[in-house]
């Protein structure tokens, strides 16, 4: 998703309407960048929290599972393959398939939720990191890979899309 420029029209809206309605939910736009803000200037990285939980003065975000600095790390690795190869995980028969795998076991069934502080900014949301497609294709959530990993310039881009038609 971080690819923005290289998605289909339809894949943009889809991103588009996705992204917005978070940000809507968690008090605009503007809010929603602050927070992804936050997330980029945040060292150790959020998601490895022991306390599973993310907090600035507009929200918080809250998971059910530690995630340790090394599924971390794997997941990165794997994410830049993922836009080249349409799917998370790798070929079986690729040396690193098994750990890749391993993540997204692990990491499949945590549940992040995001809370604005104030009530009246929105009911927050929710998401999981993956999307499953099938038996051997997994997609990164797009909502996930945006509050996490992308560029704020490009989650920026995303919410100000205009669809074509």
Same mark, same amino acid.
């Given at each position: ?6 998605? /289909? ?28 803000? $936050?997330?980029?200037?945040? @060292? !150790?990285? #959020?998601? /490895?929290?022991?306390? *599973? ?6 929200? /918080?975000? +809250? ?14 690795? $794997? ?10 995980? &790798?070929? #079986?028969?690729? @040396? ?11 990491? @499949? !069934?945590?549940? %992040?939720?995001?809370? &604005? ?5 929105? &009911?927050? %949301? %929710?998401?999981? #990191? ?5 038996? *051997? +294709?997994?997609?990164?959530? &797009?909502? %996930? ?8 310039? /490009? ?7 205009? #669809?074509?038609?």
């Amino acid at each position: 998703m971080c690819d923005f420029n290289t998605l /289909t029209d339809e894949d943009k809206k889809l991103h588009h309407e996705k992204l917005l309605q978070c940000a809507n939910n968690f008090g605009g736009k503007n809010f929603f960048l602050q927070l992804l803000e $936050a997330i980029r200037e945040t @060292k !150790p990285h #959020p998601l /490895t929290a022991g306390n *599973s939980q993310f907090d600035i003065e507009l929200g /918080t975000i +809250k998971w059910n599972k530690v995630i340790f600095n090394d599924k971390l790390q794997l997941l990165l690795k $794997a994410r830049m393959n993922e836009s080249k190869q349409d799917n998370f995980l &790798p070929k #079986p028969d690729e @040396k690193n398939y098994k750990k890749i795998l391993n993540v997204v076991r692990t990491l @499949k !069934p945590i549940v %992040f939720h995001v809370k &604005p502080a104030n009530k009246e900014d929105g &009911p927050g %949301f %929710f998401f999981q #990191p993956f999307d499953t497609v099938n038996e *051997s +294709k997994t997609k990164l959530n &797009p909502v %996930f890979d945006a509050l996490f990993f992308c560029s704020v310039e /490009t989650v920026k881009k995303v919410l100000n899309y205009e #669809p074509k038609g």
